[in-house]
């Protein structure tokens, strides 16, 4: 266990609170604060690297005290480093031969988590490689939460709140997901330039291009389930499998899921020939919080189902939209018309301008637009509070 840099008690500030009132300039000098605010923004930008899904966005830096930036670190999604193991691994890497942590400042848009889960806690990894100060913007509201107080009764000096509402915005929906115990949605819309998945007699194999759908193999690939309704499963008999470019089965695949009433046919591909409950699941409802809240209660590969990934059709992607159960879009735009069939979206209840669902350019996992061979990709979340690190 570590001491702080004094070696006396761990220093407690909230620089939410410092930045307002002006007793606590004492306690947090004006320069210290401008200095972590510029170096948050630094992790912010890190973070925003990183992809959205089962765990959120966040961003770590490990600064000495003369200022120098030591490493930079970013969380690059469910079951990988988390951001602050990151930045102390690429610290060690660079600095083979060590160097004394004990006046550096590791920065992290998220509190350290003192969960071990995937990962083994954060708290743990920073009190062990001794670091003397931690400045971290938002507070984690899960149960992982409460890291910075591990960290302060362990000597370290710790600073929140640091452009804590930026650190919120930033992943404003993965909260939102956690408050309603549910999985993260991710939202798939594969669509000619009149917004249609399907011609009018049904066919929609391909709309978009294969770099397009290799894109989309990715996402699957790190989702904890894919879901569609029964109708997609009629009409197309997709395998919902996460393949390679070469089309060889990627390394983890997500769970299959249908959703609806009408029972699951013998012999279709996602059943892959094994029973029900085994890499697949039929969700016997047509309300897609239930749905959700049922697959957060299921694990998969031995882990809770904390990312779902919903392809369609119409039917069921309207369902998600109009409860406003969409967390992250990929629309992928292709540059072709078809003046008939199916729409991408249907009627989600929306009978003027301004009720319509607002969704904002994400600018997390490669940028908000990104071409893919002839199609454009727009990487979209709803408009909540300001969620781009620029702003
Ligand atoms: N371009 C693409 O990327 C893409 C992707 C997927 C699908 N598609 C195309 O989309 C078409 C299928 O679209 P779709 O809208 O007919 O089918 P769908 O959304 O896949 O399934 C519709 C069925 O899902 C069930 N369901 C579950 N929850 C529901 C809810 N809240 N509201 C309404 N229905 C619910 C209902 O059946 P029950 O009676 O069984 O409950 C409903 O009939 C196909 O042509 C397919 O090729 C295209």
Request: hydrophobic share 35%.
């Amino acid at each position: 266990m570590s001491e702080n840099r004094s070696g006396g008690p761990a220093a407690s500030t909230d620089a939410t609170t410092a930045s307002a009132s002006p007793e606590c300039a004492d306690t947090l000098g004006k320069d210290d604060a401008v200095q972590d605010e510029a170096l948050m923004q630094q992790a912010l930008d890190a973070a925003i690297l990183g992809v959205r899904g089962a765990n959120p966005l966040v961003g770590a830096m490990l600064v000495s005290e003369a200022g120098d930036v030591l490493s930079i670190g970013h969380h690059r999604g469910a079951g990988t480093h988390h951001a602050e193991r990151d930045a102390l691994e690429r610290f060690r890497r660079d600095h083979p031969g060590g160097s004394d942590l004990g006046t550096a400042t590791l920065y992290s848009t998220l509190e350290p988590c003192r969960h071990q889960g995937r990962q083994p806690a954060c708290t743990e990894l920073i009190i062990d490689a001794g670091v003397g100060r931690v400045v971290h913007g938002a507070s984690d509201p899960s149960s992982n939460g409460g890291g910075a107080e591990v960290l302060r009764r362990a000597g370290i000096d710790v600073v929140s709140g640091v452009l804590a509402q930026q650190c919120q915005a930033l992943n404003h929906r993965w909260v939102t997901a956690a408050n309603q115990s549910r999985p993260f949605v991710t939202a798939h819309l594969a669509q000619t330039m009149d917004g249609r998945i399907a011609a009018e007699d049904g066919t929609s194999q391909w709309i978009t291009s294969k770099a397009a759908r290799d894109h989309t193999h990715q996402v699957r690939s790190r989702a904890d389930a894919i879901l569609v309704g029964t109708n997609t499963v009629a009409v197309d008999d997709p395998r919902l499998t996460a393949r390679t470019p070469s089309g060889e089965l990627s390394l983890r695949q997500p769970l299959r899921v249908v959703m609806g009433m009408t029972p699951v046919r013998p012999g279709l591909q996602l059943t892959q020939g094994l029973p029900e409950g085994d890499g697949w699941v039929q969700l016997r409802t047509r309300d897609p919080l239930t749905a959700l809240q049922e697959l957060a209660q299921t694990t998969h590969g031995g882990y809770p189902v904390k990312h779902v990934l919903v392809e369609g059709g119409q039917s069921v992607l309207s369902a998600f939209f109009a409860a406003d159960l969409v967390d992250e879009v990929f629309a992928y735009q292709a540059p072709l018309l078809l003046g008939t069939g199916r729409g991408s979206v249907g009627d989600i209840g929306v009978r003027t301008l301004s009720e319509a669902p607002r969704f904002a350019l994400d600018p997390a996992e490669g940028g908000p637009v990104q071409i893919m061979d002839s199609d454009v990709c727009v990487h979209l979340q709803p408009k909540g509070d300001t969620c781009s690190p620029e702003s």
